[in-house]
T-cell receptor, first 115, second 114 residues
């Protein structure tokens, strides 16, 4: 089966500019996650969707970050305006808990550099 | 604040040796403890996971040891190989279904020398 797809893979922008990331989860996976991974740290959950509804966005900086998952499939994460501290890898993951499995499948990530 | 503390930050092991990475958690409500492996330029991938009702789980060369009373768990990689060189993350979560959310440790960069 195809994995989680993300684009672009790399993005360089100047501070105060806007940027958007796209994620296509594994087919049939109802749950979609966006994580921020700063260099040298573990992934930090930004937002979790169940189908097209938000389950948890408690760690999403809502003054500058937004995300949507229209039709419960693809998702976009937007940053506007970007700050230097937003430089990180943005990971998308999806899951479809069945039985005792709670595995999250991660995409390759988008590496964002804010200058 | 839910936390998972991981050590060491980096680890160098000779080929054929045993790699040991440790994690400690605070929230006793955690009920699922996975380990993820991440290669450069790739997303994390599930390696092995354990629930608190067992003290050990083994899959091939990878073993999780779990100590519920100490709130600690560890990953042991037997007969470490250069191909195991990667960053390893422990994680923990509460619940399942739509409430399933992972809290990750900061990661351990493992280097296995040939």
């Amino acid at each position: 089966e195809a994995g989680v797809a993300q684009s672009p893979r790399y993005k360089i922008i100047e501070k105060r500019q806007s940027v958007a990331f796209w994620c296509n989860p594994i087919s049939g996976h109802a749950t979609l996650y966006w994580y921020q991974q700063i260099l040298g740290q573990g992934p930090k959950l930004l937002i979790q969707f169940q189908n097209n509804g938000v389950v948890d966005d408690s760690q999403l900086p809502k003054d500058r970050f937004s995300a949507e998952r229209l039709k419960g499939v693809d998702s976009t994460l937007k940053i506007q305006p970007a700050k230097l501290e937003d430089s990180a890898v943005y990971l998308c993951a999806s899951s479809s808990p069945t039985g005792d499995s709670y595995e999250q499948y991660f995409g390759p990530g988008t590496r964002l550099t804010v200058t | 604040q839910q936390q998972v503390k991981q050590s060491p930050q980096s680890l160098i092991v000779q080929k054929g040796g045993i790699s040991i990475i440790n994690c400690a958690y605070e929230n006793t409500a955690f009920d699922y403890f996975p380990w993820y492996q991440q290669f450069p330029g790739k997303g994390p991938a599930l390696l092995i996971a354990i629930r608190p009702d067992v003290s050990e789980k083994k899959e091939g060369r990878f073993t999780i040891s779990f100590n519920k009373s100490a709130k600690q768990f560890s990953l042991h990689i037997m007969d470490s190989q250069p191909g195991d060189s990667a960053t390893y993350f422990c994680a923990a979560s509460i619940g399942g279904g739509s409430n399933y959310k992972l809290t990750f440790g900061k990661g351990t960069l493992l280097t296995v020398n040939p």
